[in-house]
């Protein structure tokens, strides 16, 4: 898949069927999560791959707009590892970073997904670090859904010109 396409084509994916995703592209999504820049080359970041009925239906009882994952056979916690990286504000931007590669990677899939936000959200990462039993160094930063899509979106136009300076304001 061409870049721009990725880019412009992508659309936050809520309704999957129920196939289960392959190790394979697993692998590949969170291959491509690894291969985003970050702050000093740290690579900061730590992956929970959760695939269990069970946690993906518990989670919604942290996150109040996570209901898609009633539905998603796949999930992916990308957290900060504050032992690899300080500077909190660097963990948000390198895991987030981290995010667009994942949902990237998943749309060249074909795979549907969405990004929820979890950091600063105190209750959504107080209750995930607890459901997970994370480490005291490690912040739950954002949580993919993903699985094959069972929707399709409309492509608006998201260019606005107005909101493009040179230079100065």
Known sequence: METFDAIFNRRSIRKYESKIVE???????????MYAPSANDKQAW?????NDRNILDSITKIHPYAMML????????ICGDENLEETEAYLNTNCSAATQNLLLAAHSLNL???WLGIYPREARVKGLSELFNLPENIIPISLVAIGYPAEQKALPERFKKERVHYNCW
């Not at 730590?46 to 959760?50: G, H, L, M, N, R």
């Not at 009633?70 to 916690?77: C, G, N, S």
């Open 112 to 114: 549907g997904s969405v």
């Open 70 to 77: 009633k539905q998603a056979p796949l999930a992916i916690l």
């Open 23 to 33: 190790d394979e592209k697993v692998q590949k999504l969170l291959k491509a999560a």
């Open 46 to 50: 730590q992956f929970i791959v959760i």
